[in-house]
């Protein structure tokens, strides 16, 4: 298959004639990659299980991995949801549009080939106005998992889908890089209290503003457990598989720095290939390795919007080794961590 790369921006002008064009690709059963505000989605009808199964072949990707239809406007909730709970019209009415996913128990009009066989259904209105653009032209939600191949990075740019998805999908708009970078929060909000399965950029902080109570799902903060499955069957699977294997230093600072440069200039005598994931503040701190900075330590949005194009740059390095120093759980933090350590495997070392 030919796969048709289209920018969709110049500086402020979003090109209609691309989205009108995609839409209709959409509407006919087909895939196509666009721009969202967190990482970039592969797209198919959400209604059409057949469209969904070429996700899932494009992708790699599990068919018991659920995907998340995407509206743009409120309107168009109400057919895919059998109700609404007062805590998920809250969350909608102040994180709508953005970067914040709900789960809502399914309507029969969302196929099973899309929600993994579960009925319920994950929903999320996109802040991006070309990707809600696209939704309201193709006239039908529209299913989208990040654009990766499944275990690799999401890609946050065209580019990084275009390596993934070259030839498997008709189109990928180019909209740019991305502007948060990490997948969106996801809310459960199925049950008396809402329970957080994803951590993302709206923030548990902001969560408990709006809706008061939230829990976390224990499957979120470590690594899988026997017995302990994670509600979003998609955080059971290890994001990341790089082939170098990610290790990450947590502690006092100067320790973690020290305990790196350690790591790596022992793994460069042994003829290793290394890559050490650090910030602007401490870059100039390291010695051996490629080094790179993954943004600066006291803006927590830097590092989320380049954490993973950073990781795919190590892949594409072939290192066999990655140092990665770790950061604060705070706020967009918890996020942060909470794909770190899942691409480490859990791999934590602390100084
Ligand atoms: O930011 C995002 O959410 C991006 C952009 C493209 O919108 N999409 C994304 O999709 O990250 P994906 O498929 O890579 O991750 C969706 C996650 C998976 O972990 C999946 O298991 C979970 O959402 N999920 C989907 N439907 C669910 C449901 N009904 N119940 C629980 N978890 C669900
Ligand atoms: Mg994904």
Redesign the pocket.
């Known amino acids: 298959m030919n796969t048709k790369l289209v920018k969709i921006k110049d500086s402020e002008h979003i090109a209609d004639e691309a989205l009108i064009e995609a839409a209709r690709i959409i509407r006919d059963g087909g895939l196509v990659a666009f721009p ?1 505000e ?4 592969l797209g198919a009808n959400a209604l059409d299980e057949e469209a969904a199964k070429k996700i899932y072949a494009a992708k790699g990707r599990p068919s018991d ?4 239809a ?1 509206i743009s406007c409120m309107e168009e909730l109400e057919p895919l949801v059998s109700h609404i709970p007062e805590a998920g019209r809250k969350l909608a009415e102040a994180y709508w549009p953005g ?1 914040l ?1 709900m ?1 809502f128990p399914k309507s029969s009009v969302v196929p099973y080939g899309t ?2 066989g ?1 009925d ?3 929903v ?1 209105m ?1 802040g991006d106005p070309a990707a809600r653009r696209l939704i309201a032209l193709a006239g039908v939600p529209i299913a ?4 990766n191949t499944s275990g690799r990075p ?1 890609p946050t740019t065209a580019q990084h889908v275009w390596q993934d998805m070259n030839g498997k999908i008709e189109m990928i708009l180019d909209g740019g890089p991305v502007g948060i970078g990490v ?2 929060t ?1 809310v ?1 909000v199925c049950g008396e209290i809402p329970t957080l ?2 951590p ?1 950029a709206i923030t548990m902080e902001m969560l408990r503003e709006i809706a008061g109570t939230v829990e976390i799902d224990p499957a979120i903060q470590g690594p899988p457990k026997d017995g302990l499955r994670p ?5 059971k699977y290890r994001h990341y598989a790089p082939h170098a294997e990610l290790l990450l230093v947590e502690g006092e600072l100067e320790a973690v720095i020290g305990r790196i440069n350690f790591l790596a200039k022992e793994k460069l005598g042994q003829k290793y290939r290394v890559g050490v994931i650090c910030t602007d503040e401490t870059q100039n701190r390291y010695r051996y390795g490629e080094i790179r900075s993954v943004g600066q330590r006291s803006r927590a949005e830097t590092i989320a919007h380049n954490l993973f194009a950073v990781l795919r740059e190590f892949d594409d390095l072939e290192v066999d080794y990655i140092y990665s120093e770790s950061f604060s759980r705070d706020h967009l933090g918890q996020a942060i961590m909470n794909r770190l350590t899942k691409a480490a495997g859990y791999h934590v070392i602390r100084v």
């Open positions: 969202t967190t990482v970039y989605g991995n659920p995907l998340i995407h970067p996913t789960v929600t993994g579960l319920t259904v994950a999320r996109p989208a998992p990040s654009a999401s997948e969106s996801i459960d399965l994803r993302g509600k979003a069957p998609g955080m």
